[in-house]
T-cell receptor, first 113, second 118 residues
């Protein structure tokens, strides 16, 4: 079984500032890791994923995440946020192969001018 | 990527009634899933919809309450039965394993069905 912990329920930040959203996971097997974004009243959109290879993963909208196996973390970063990045961000983990996703509780990113 | 549609997009229902939600994908997919997102909460997997056989339910979810059908590789339905206000949630379907293996282990989500039970 897997679990995901997103320690921050909300992260307020000013526009053009950098941001990091934290995600830690636990699993007894090899995992794939994902970050999804949910804009208000919309479905989920995949930001980026780690399946294997380079531990630094680049996604859409200028986001990137780094897989750290020793710390069981997959933190999401963006060097300069925009107002339009205001949304709920979910970290998720799955086992390898066709496998179900386990989601964290989500982090609300609030970007203000 | 897959294009996924859900019907209805939202509904308001009376206690004790049932609602069937449809999920349609624009290409054949191996796996289809149903999730629930309660107000202000994360997503919880209800079940995996299996083509041609009974769905696989997660702990806490039962077939009598959430019957699921998957008649082919592009379509699935979720029924929320004998609804109560606690069933008010967003219900999302997702897919994985697109034709030809493209998108393997990358789930695409539908826009969701926002259900309010009075």
């Amino acid at each position: 079984a897997q679990s995901v912990t997103q320690l921050d329920s909300q992260v307020p930040v000013f526009e053009e500032a950098p941001v990091e959203l934290r995600c830690n996971y636990s699993s007894s097997v090899s995992v794939y890791l994902f970050w999804y974004v949910q804009y208000p009243n919309q479905g989920l959109q995949l930001l980026l994923k780690y399946l294997s290879g380079s531990t630094l993963v680049k996604g859409i909208n200028g986001f990137e995440a780094e897989f750290n196996k020793s710390q069981t973390s997959f933190h999401l970063r963006k060097p300069s946020v925009h107002i339009s990045d205001t949304a709920e961000y979910f970290c998720a983990v799955s086992g390898t192969g066709y496998s179900t996703l386990t989601f964290g509780k989500g982090t609300m990113l609030l970007v203000s001018p | 990527s897959a294009v996924i549609s859900q019907k209805p997009s939202r509904d308001i229902c009376q206690r004790g009634t049932s609602l069937t939600i449809q999920c349609q994908v624009d290409s054949q997919v191996t796996m289809m899933f149903w999730y629930r997102q309660q107000p202000g909460q994360s997503l919880t997997l209800i079940a995996t919809a299996n083509q041609g056989s009974e769905a696989t339910y997660e702990s806490g979810f039962v077939i009598d309450k959430f019957p699921i059908s998957r008649p082919n590789l592009t379509f699935s339905t979720l029924t929320v039965s004998n609804m109560s206000p606690e069933d008010s949630s967003i219900y999302l379907c997702s897919v994985d394993g697109l034709a030809g293996g493209i998108g393997y282990n990358e789930q695409f989500f539908g826009p969701g069905t926002r259900l309010t039970v009075l």
